[in-house]
């Protein structure tokens, strides 16, 4: 799969290592964030169906959560060379 950070470099990427149970460091972090953003299991074959760690990150998070689809491993990334071409 392509680094979207070579996709995107001018993306400012913070990446930080937690090491505890999920829901819980990601409802922490939220205190600082503006969007939270979740996915949603590729297995189990329910279109809406939401893990453990979604329902108590939407739950209770200092923030707005916007679960996701899974990323298809052999979908392509489109490069977008323009932010604004993604607001309709």
């Not at 969007?35 to 949603?40: E, K, N």
């Amino acid at each position: 799969m392509i680094d979207l950070r070579m996709a995107y470099p001018d993306v400012q990427v913070r990446v930080e290592l937690t090491h505890g149970q999920a829901a819980f460091a990601l409802v922490q972090e939220s205190a600082g964030a503006d969007l939270l953003l979740v996915s949603r299991p590729a297995h189990g074959g329910f279109v809406l169906y939401l893990g453990s760690t979604a329902r108590a990150v939407i739950r209770e998070s200092a923030c707005p959560v916007e679960v996701v689809p899974p990323v298809d491993e052999a979908h392509e990334v489109e490069l977008v060379e323009d932010v604004r071409a993604l607001v309709p």
